[in-house]
C-alpha cells in the first residue's frame, strides 16, 4: 500500500505565498512523475504542476507563479506558490503516476496511480 502524505496550505492574503510539501510512504514503487491537481467547489479537479523525469511541468493559469520541484527517486514533491489570487483557493492534492516504461500525459487525472487526502489552500482578497 502507497500513501502520500502531504503538508502545508492554510490560509493566506492575496500576492502571498504558501509552500505544500508531499512524500510518499509505504510500499516503495518507481515513479514516472509526481504532481498536484486542485479542485474548487462546483468545479472539476484540474492539473496545476507536475515533476516527472527531472523537469517541470505547469498548467498556464500558473505558470510564473507557482515552482515545483521534486526527487523522483525519492518519490518527494513540493510546490511553492507565489502571488496568490483568490481563484488559486481550492483543495490541493498531491498525486504519483507509477513508471510503467512508456510516455503517461502527466496532465491527465485519470493517469496518476495514487493520491494524496488534500489540503486546503484559501487565498482572502
Known amino acids: 500500500q502507497v500513501q502520500l502524505v502531504e503538508s502545508g496550505g492554510g490560509l493566506v492574503q492575496a500576492g502571498g505565498s504558501l509552500r505544500l510539501s508531499c512524500a510518499a510512504s509505504?510500499?516503495?514503487?518507481?515513479?514516472?512523475?509526481m504532481g498536484w491537481f486542485r479542485q474548487a467547489p462546483g468545479s472539476e479537479r484540474e492539473f496545476v504542476a507536475s515533476y516527472s523525469r527531472g523537469s517541470p511541468y505547469y498548467s498556464d493559469v500558473v505558470k510564473g507563479r507557482f515552482i515545483i520541484f521534486g526527487d523522483n527517486a525519492k518519490n518527494t514533491v513540493t510546490l511553492q506558490m507565489n502571488s496568490l489570487k483568490p481563484e488559486d483557493t481550492a483543495v490541493y492534492y498531491c498525486a504519483a503516476i507509477v513508471n510503467r516504461g512508456r510516455y503517461v500525459p502527466i496532465s491527465v487525472a485519470s493517469e496518476y496511480d495514487y493520491w494524496g487526502q488534500g489540503t486546503q489552500v484559501t487565498v482572502s482578497s
Open positions: 509505504g510500499r516503495t514503487f518507481s515513479s514516472f512523475g
